[in-house]
């Protein structure tokens, strides 16, 4: 039982090292999109108000032919950057992203 309790510490201490190591690497967002604050949202997406919702806004309503642009977007400087999406589905639906 001795043993058990041992490696227990080592796994846990192992994974506070891991844990603290990738928080270091970490980085801070380089450009945030809202999709509330796009160029254009086309019919039947629309914006909308709720709590909760970063600004208190959102966009719904994302049925069969809904979509938006962002226009124009650039980065300081050239090169190869990560990029992330996040989203809230009530449902299946199809989502694409096009770059």
């Known amino acids: ?3 058990y309790f041992n490696s227990m510490k080592k ?3 192992s994974l506070f090292f891991l844990l603290s190591v ?3 690497c970490a980085q801070s967002p380089i450009l945030v999109l809202e999709a509330e604050n796009a160029d254009s949202i086309h019919s039947p997406a629309r914006v ?3 709590d909760g919702f970063s600004n208190g806004k959102y966009v719904g309503g994302n049925d069969r032919g809904s979509y ?3 226009h124009n977007v ?3 400087k050239a090169g190869t950057y990560e990029f992330k999406t996040y989203f809230n589905c009530n449902g299946v639906r199809r989502f694409t992203v096009k770059v």
Do not use: P
């Open 1 to 3: 039982m001795r043993n």
């Open 11 to 13: 796994v846990k201490f």
């Open 22 to 24: 990738f928080g270091l």
């Open 48 to 50: 909308k108000s709720g």
């Open 68 to 70: 938006l642009f962002f």
């Open 74 to 76: 650039t980065m300081e």
